[in-house]
């Protein structure tokens, strides 16, 4: 089992979990993060006055696939994540030692 982690652009999310489901997803884990890359932040005008943001809000998603569809969850979550500009985000790929369903016990693939 593998844990894929991928952080995009927030406007994207809908789009990566489209692309998700057909391949049998049915859950994931969505959080709201901020950080930045190499594009180092942005600069934003409010009221007036220009100021830098350093860490730029992104999403991160987190899914727990079974090793055969990994490489598929990889193709769909950067096809419908890309949009060609810096900032795209980064997905990660870590090893999944084991995962229990708690309302029923169940165990590794089968709590998936």
Known sequence: MK???AIIKPFKLDEVREALTPLGIQGLTVSEVKGF???KGQT???RGAEYMVNF???????????DDIVDRVIE???ASANTGKIGDGKIFVLDLV???RIRTGEKDTDAL
Do not use: H
Request: avoid cysteine; hydrophobic fraction near 55%; proline fraction near 4%.
């Open 37 to 39: 890359g190499r594009q």
């Open 56 to 66: 730029l809000p992104k999403v991160k998603i987190e899914v727990a696939v079974n």
């Open 76 to 78: 769909a979550i950067q």
């Open 98 to 100: 084991s995962a229990v």
């Open 44 to 46: 934003e005008i409010y």
């Open 3 to 5: 844990l894929v982690m």
